[in-house]
C-alpha cells in the first residue's frame, strides 16, 4: 500500500502505538473540546450502521494531573481516499458514496426540525470575521468584497431558519474517511457552532467540490482521475440532497461560512487565495 502523508490544522497530536491511535493534547482549554470529539465517536459507536465502521474508544484520560489530555482508539488497516480512488473503478467507488450519504440520511432521520434565530449566525460570523482580521494574510482589498457581500446575504435571511438539529460527524472531509473492501471507517468526529447533519453534506462537498483535502496531499496521484471522481460525487451528493429545502435554502450560507472557519488556520499564501476563490465560487 502507498503512504500518503496529510497535513492538517488540528489542535491534536496523532500517535500510532501498539496498534491503537493516541489522540492527545497538551491544551486544557483544548481538552473540553477533545472530550465533546470523544463523547461524539461513543455516540456513533452504539449506532451499528451498516457497512460504516466507527473505531472503538480503547481509554480516555482527561485528569488534570496528567500531562497529555485524550483518549485512545482502535486502528484500521485501511486505504486512504487517494490509494482507494486510484484504485478502483467508478462503479465499485458509487457505492462507498451511497454509505456516506446513507450516514448523512441516517441522522437527517434522526434529528428534529427546529427554528434557529438568525442571531446564531451572525455571532458566529462575528467571531470569524474578527479571527481573520488578525490573519497575517489579510488585506482590505481582498475581504471587503466577501465581508460585504456575505453580511448582504445574512442580514436578507428570515429572522427564524428552521434546520435539522441532531448528531453529525462534525467535519466528514475525505482526510476522516477510511476505506475497506466493504466498508467504510470514519474518525476524528468534531463539534460543531450548530449540531446539524447539514454541516456535513457542506464538509463533504468541501471535498468534493472545493477539492480541500486534495490541498493537503504530499505526494504525486493522478490529479485527472481524482478531480474527475471527486466532480461526480459532487454531482450525486448535490442532487440527492436537493430534495430538501433546508439544504437548498441554507446550504450557502453555510458553506461560507465554513470555508471562512478554515481560513484563520492557514499558513500558506497560496491555500489562502484559494479558499478565497472558492468563497467567491459560491
Sequence with gaps: MK???IDGHSGCNLEIYNNTILKTTVS???????RKQCQKQKFFLKQKMSNIVIPEIISENWDNSVQKFGFSMQYFYANDFIN????????????KIRLIISFIEYNIAT???TKI????????????KNTILNHRFYSDNTFKYIFDSFEE???QLQNVL???????????TFSNILFLKNDIVLIDFLDNFLETPLQDIVKIRQDTKHKWSLLLIKKE????KINLILDFFDSIIDNYFNKYKFYRTYYSIFAKINLMRIIPYVKQEKIFNYLIQEFKSL
Excluded: A, M, T, W
Design 111 to 113: 434529528s428534529k426540525l
Design 117 to 128: 434565530n438568525k442571531q446564531v449566525f451572525l455571532k458566529k460570523y462575528c467571531d470569524v
Design 221 to 224: 496521484y493522478d490529479e485527472i
Design 28 to 34: 486544557d482549554s483544548y481538552k473540553h473540546r477533545l
Design 84 to 95: 482507494f480512488f486510484e484504485s478502483n473503478s467508478i462503479c465499485y467507488l458509487k457505492d
Design 153 to 155: 446575504e445574512l442580514y
Design 3 to 5: 503512504q500518503i502523508y
Design 162 to 172: 428552521e434546520i435539522p438539529i441532531g448528531q453529525c460527524h462534525g467535519d466528514l
